[in-house]
């Protein structure tokens, strides 16, 4: 696992799939978001990222993941007291739950039920939890009503309103998978490298493709964005504004700034108010912190 960066309770102790709850201090956890293309993890004390890492799934294995986790719980004089999880991919789930064994740490698997979050779906459970953890960490941190787009494999747009109810959202290709698709699905495209070109007009085939698929997917999610808050804005308070946080594996791309927080012209104003690539850790420290402060059964 590569170590990122240093930083700026866990769940009752329990294996996943395992919903009962047993209240009890925590001060340092694991937080382990395990996507389609990365699994990140941050030491995380009471909110606070310590240290993180990420492992690009399509090379890693299961080793891996329990020697990063491992560099990371021994970062810190307080060892982490368990470890909490959102997971989109079953195999990885696998081999973070004989990681949590070797490291003998109690592991909370998080699913759609353990979200406190109230939804306007006839089906909350067939929503990933993951994209519940983005709008319930988002909302908690930068206040509805809310719209959170996720750069990963896939681009989900969310949306959050004034009352607080996950609406539901979006999901298309992401900005790698898209690019993926246009080389491996024709004959003489190149891959490209996923940059913001400095014109939308492309001079050369790379400038053209990457014309398409960045500036394009900034496009059209900013035609979801704009649409989604006109739907939610007539039930919004007088004055309140819709915000943008944009998160995921692509909001930390060195030119992320530029592409969602910079105006891209007179009548195309900045789409996001915030980026914050760790919102999903931070969304897991702050569930942690939420489960263990639910009274034991039987406690007055």
């Given at each position: 696992m590569v170590s990122q960066r240093p930083g700026p309770d866990s769940p009752p102790p329990q294996r996943s799939?395992?919903?009962?709850?047993?209240?009890?201090?925590?001060?340092v956890i694991l937080a382990v978001d395990i996507g389609n293309s990365a699994v990140k993890a941050a030491l995380v004390e009471e909110g606070r990222i310590l240290g993180s890492g990420r492992l690009?799934?399509?090379t890693a294995v299961g080793d891996d993941l329990l020697d990063g986790l491992r560099v990371l719980a021994g970062a810190h004089a307080e060892a982490p007291s368990g470890i909490i999880s959102v997971s989109v991919v079953d195999r990885w789930t696998e081999r973070l739950e004989l990681a949590a064994e070797r490291l003998d740490l109690p592991l909370t698997v998080v699913a759609a039920s353990h979200i406190p979050i109230s939804t306007t779906l006839v089906r909350p459970d067939t929503t990933g939890p993951?994209?519940?953890l983005a709008a319930w960490a988002a909302a908690s941190l930068h206040g509805v009503p809310v719209i959170v787009v996720d750069l990963g494999t896939a681009t989900t747009v969310d949306v959050v309103d004034a009352d607080g109810f996950f609406q539901g959202?979006?999901?298309m290709p992401g900005l790698a998978l898209s690019a993926t698709a246009l080389t491996?699905?024709?004959?003489?495209?190149?891959?490209?490298?996923?940059?913001?070109?400095a014109d939308a007009i492309g001079s050369d085939t790379t400038g053209a493709m990457q014309s398409g698929i960045v500036i394009g997917h900034i496009g059209a999610v900013r035609e979801l964005a704009r649409r989604m808050h006109d739907r939610i804005a007539p039930t919004a308070p007088s004055g309140a504004r819709t915000r943008v946080v944009v998160t995921g594996g692509h909001s930390s791309a060195a030119w992320a700034h530029t592409a969602w927080r910079t105006p891209a012209g007179p009548s195309l104003p900045a789409i996001a108010d915030t980026l914050d690539p760790d919102l999903v850790l931070r969304g897991l420290a702050m569930l942690a912190e939420h489960m263990a402060a639910r009274p034991s059964p039987g406690a007055h």
């Open positions: 799939g395992d919903a009962s709850t047993q209240a009890y201090h925590l001060l690009e799934t399509a993951d994209r519940l959202g979006a999901i491996d699905g024709t004959a003489r495209l190149p891959r490209v490298a996923l940059q913001l070109p």
